[in-house]
């Protein structure tokens, strides 16, 4: 095993979070190594179009901007390693990180900004269309679908939530759920049920998704019904799946608070986690928006308080 490194900042994570964390910790003059992961860029790195990041007129592309911000990071004197830490220690400080590539890191601060992987359902078929009209957020895609038909699949406050965002733009959506009681929330099955544009389809599952190749794009669903156990086909230009998320926490299992899904716990309006030097930014701590723009800004906070935590600075809270 290599010799340890020393860092003030050591940033785990190369998405929205944690390269805007580094551009503050390297401004700040904290020298930061950051280690990318096996996603170099995040989620953002399997998109194409990304409308929503503001400062840009025109639509990006995702893998483009996550090129600037790495080079923004490294402009400033972050140092990017293209490896995955695959242990740390947060009992004792400095904590300690291993990486695959054989690297000890000794960090006086660690931002945690590992993100979190929407789940899938796991058909070939959807794979196949993923980014050609197969998306797992609503937010990001939707506008995509503008006037066409769209299929939402979940039974969820996500499902929920997202087929009545995207009401506001297709022409028709169909929400599949493969029990035949949803369990989002009433407020949002008051919301669902009572928007006309929007038809829920209880007790089928998705077995496959259908579309052409050339251009590729999605035409529609092959369903079965659970309980009749008859297959349908549902035309939709578009299908979004919202079976939930699982975060990135597999790291620090065990060392750091977390809630009952998984998601780092961190007070409130700030990014501290309940161990002390340790911050969580992005997905990783967020299951409301998981956005870029919100991930980019709690890595800024994560970077601040990281800064403050190191000179002394007395925050309130935890
Ligand atoms: P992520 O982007 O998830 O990055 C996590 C990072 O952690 C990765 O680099 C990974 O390699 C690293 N990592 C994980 N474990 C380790 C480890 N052990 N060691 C080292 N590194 C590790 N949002 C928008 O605002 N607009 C959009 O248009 C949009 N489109 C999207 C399209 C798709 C297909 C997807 C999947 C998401 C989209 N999103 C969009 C959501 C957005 O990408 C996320 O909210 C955002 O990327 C979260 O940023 P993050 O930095 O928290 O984590
Ligand atoms: P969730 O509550 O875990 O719901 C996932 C849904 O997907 C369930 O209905 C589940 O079906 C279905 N599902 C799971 N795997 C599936 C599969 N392989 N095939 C078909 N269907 C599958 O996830 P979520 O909706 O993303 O919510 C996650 C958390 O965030 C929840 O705590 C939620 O309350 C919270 N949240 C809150 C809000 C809000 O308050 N406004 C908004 C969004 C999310 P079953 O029901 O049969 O298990």
Redesign the pocket.
């Known amino acids: 095993m290599a010799e340890p490194r020393h860092t003030r900042v050591l940033i785990i994570g190369s998405g929205p979070a944690g390269y805007t964390a580094a551009v503050y910790a390297a401004r700040a003059n904290l020298n930061p190594i950051l280690v990318q992961g096996l996603q170099p860029g995040g989620q953002l790195s399997i998109t194409t179009d990304v409308e929503n990041y503001p400062g840009f007129k025109e639509p990006i592309q995702g893998p483009w901007l996550m090129e600037q911000m790495q080079g923004q990071a490294e402009r400033y004197g972050t140092e990017v390693l293209f490896d995955v830490v695959t242990d740390i220690d947060l009992k004792a400080t400095p904590f300690t990180a291993v990486t695959d590539g054989g690297a000890v890191v000794k960090a006086d601060t660690v931002v945690l900004a590992t993100g979190a992987v929407a789940?899938w359902?796991?058909l070939p078929s959807e794979r196949h269309f993923m980014g050609a009209g197969v998306s797992a957020c609503a937010t990001c895609d939707g506008f995509f679908f503008k006037n066409r038909k769209v299929a939402v699949?979940?039974?969820?406050?996500?499902?929920a939530?997202e087929a009545v965002y995207l009401a506001g733009i297709a022409a028709k959506v169909t929400l599949i759920?493969?029990?035949d009681r949803?369990?989002?929330?009433d407020i949002?099955q008051r919301r669902l049920f009572s928007n006309p544009k929007i038809e829920v389809l209880f007790d089928h599952?998705v077995e496959e998704v259908l579309g052409d190749d050339d251009p590729k794009r999605v035409t529609g669903l092959r369903l079965r019904g659970v309980k009749d156990g008859v297959e349908r086909t549902l035309d939709a230009d578009g299908v979004f799946i919202?079976?939930?998320?699982d975060p990135a926490t597999e790291l620090v299992k065990g060392q750091i608070e977390t809630d009952d899904?998984g998601y780092v716990v961190t007070a409130p309006g700030s990014t501290r986690t309940n161990v002390a030097g340790v911050f969580a930014a992005g997905d990783v701590q967020d299951?409301?928006y998981r956005q870029a723009v919100t991930a980019a800004g709690s890595g800024c906070m994560a970077a601040l308080e990281a800064e403050r935590y190191l000179t002394g600075v007395q925050v309130r809270g935890w």
């Open positions: 789940r359902l796991g699949v979940g039974g969820g406050n996500t499902a939530e759920h493969r029990r949803l369990r989002a929330e949002l599952v919202a079976i939930g998320h899904e299951k409301t």
